[in-house]
């Protein structure tokens, strides 16, 4: 027997997919009419009814889930990034007298994000650090499919079902090379993080706009890839240190990496930002306290997580739910210039917005 799935639904009853999956789910109210057409269609070819359905008609369970990757050794609570997103969506649920729920995935199999409305453990949920090797890329896409509500963060999918809240990390990238250019750079490496997520490419693409912009060719041997950790900036000062001839700048995709090629650097005797200027990214709590301070790119992530956050309860909230698009909010960084990158008037930190 062939499956009936909700498209060939919307296709009789001659309306949306989102349409089908707000009737069957019972989000927000609709037109007679319409919930008659659809039902009708569901009937006319055996399509059941999901299981969502019932737990909507039953209430809300009152809770904002965010959704984190669980990773072995790893402290996600101590980092700048995971601290800062939860900080913004705990004062948004705080504010709105919503309850938060922390939940785990496993990132190398399918996370199946549906059973948390289906139980009514979540009423909408906020996806952090997912990245776009397959098995996320799949929990998202049937995520989206439901068109329930929620949004991951900083993070792209190919998916027009996927709503995000991101930082212009384009931009980010492109200020941060600039900044370097101007400070009278012309052999200008790239540390960056793992390239399954999608901001590292964004980083890149600014990365590689200012150099072309510059008239400056891109150069793949002194392109450099770590994984946002401390240690992974350690590892690659070896690759730096032995192509200091070539350098003079340096970009680094995140302070935790580039705290630690410092660190290793200095090791080797080479001095930052005396025979290497360097410009890093996110401007956590440590990057005005390490030796030398970091000229950064602030990324504002606490806003990020509130805006997030804020978005989605007004959605599961509003008396008028209507059929909406998904959340899409870029937001704008910030140049914190200090010594690393050998500006002369840093002492007390200088901004620009990006």
């Known amino acids: 027997m062939t499956l009936t799935n909700r498209k060939e639904v919307a296709k009789l009853a001659g309306v949306s997919e989102a349409t089908v999956s707000r009737v069957l789910n019972g989000i927000g109210p609709m037109k007679e009419s319409t919930k008659l057409k659809v039902l009708d269609a569901a009937k006319q070819l055996n399509y059941e009814l999901n299981a969502v359905a019932s737990s909507f008609a039953r209430g809300r369970s009152g809770n904002l889930g965010v959704v984190l990757p669980h990773v072995p050794k790893v402290h996600l609570f101590s980092t700048y990034y995971f601290s800062e997103l939860l900080g913004g969506i705990g004062e948004a649920v705080r504010q709105k007298g919503y309850g938060l729920l922390l939940l785990f995935r496993d990132p190398t199999t399918v996370f199946d994000y549906v059973s948390l409305y289906r139980t009514q453990r979540v009423d909408a949920c906020i996806v952090l650090g997912a990245s776009g090797i397959a098995s996320e890329t799949e929990s998202i896409r049937r995520l989206a499919e439901e068109a329930l509500p929620f949004c991951v963060m900083d993070q792209s999918f190919n998916h027009r079902g996927v709503g995000s809240v991101a930082a212009d990390h384009v931009r980010g990238g492109y200020t941060a090379v600039k900044h370097l250019l101007d400070q009278g750079c012309k052999h200008i490496g790239f540390l960056n993080g793992s390239p399954q ?158």
């Open 197 to 354: 997520y999608s901001n590292s490419s964004d980083r890149r693409a600014g990365y590689e706009k200012a150099l072309s912009e510059a008239g400056i060719a891109i150069d793949e041997s002194i392109v450099y890839e770590g994984n946002y950790s401390r240690t992974s900036g350690k590892r690659a000062a070896d690759a730096v240190y032995r192509d200091l001839h070539r350098l003079d700048g340096i970009f680094v995709a995140n302070d935790r990496m580039a705290i630690g090629l410092i660190q290793e650097l200095r090791e080797r005797g080479c001095d930052v930002p005396g025979r290497l200027k360097l410009v890093a990214y996110d401007d956590s709590d440590a990057a005005s306290l390490t030796e030398p301070p970091l000229t950064t790119i602030k990324v504002p992530f606490f806003d990020m997580g509130k805006l997030a956050a804020e978005q989605l309860l007004i959605r599961i909230t509003s008396k008028e739910q209507g059929e909406k698009s998904p959340i899409n909010e870029k937001l704008q960084t910030e140049l914190k210039v200090r010594k690393s990158s050998g500006h002369l008037n840093a002492a007390g930190g200088e901004s620009r917005t990006s």
